[in-house]
């Protein structure tokens, strides 16, 4: 099995970075717990749906977290020239003008 090197000059300090980025959305979540965020949340929300009421809370700290984690990885990849495409790049972006061939 081959694998394609990363297209930057720098790879192993990309995989560091980015492992201390997902080491910090970790602690984003810890941080959130240890405060109480959990709770509060869970707490407006009846002892029957107390699930969902989790769900909820977790999907509500987090937004954040993984906000600051993308901005955290685009800072990283612009600082070592990481070249490469976003996956919502086709969704923003205008359409590339692609040359129809006829058959």
């Known amino acids: 099995m081959s694998h394609k090197p990363l297209d930057t000059p720098h790879p192993r300090l ?3 970075a980015t492992g201390a980025g997902f080491v910090g959305l970790i602690a ?7 405060l109480g965020v959990l709770q509060w949340i869970i707490d407006l929300f009846p002892a029957s749906h107390a699930g969902a009421g989790l769900m909820i809370a977790i999907m509500l700290m987090m937004t954040p977290g993984f906000l600051l984690w993308k901005l955290f990885n685009r800072w990283v990849e612009a600082k070592l020239k990481v070249k490469g495409r976003f996956l919502e790049d086709d969704i923003y ?11």
């Open 14 to 16: 990309y995989l560091l």
């Open 28 to 34: 984003w979540f810890y941080t959130g717990r240890q």
């Open 93 to 103: 972006l205008p359409p590339k003008n692609k040359k129809h061939t006829p058959k």
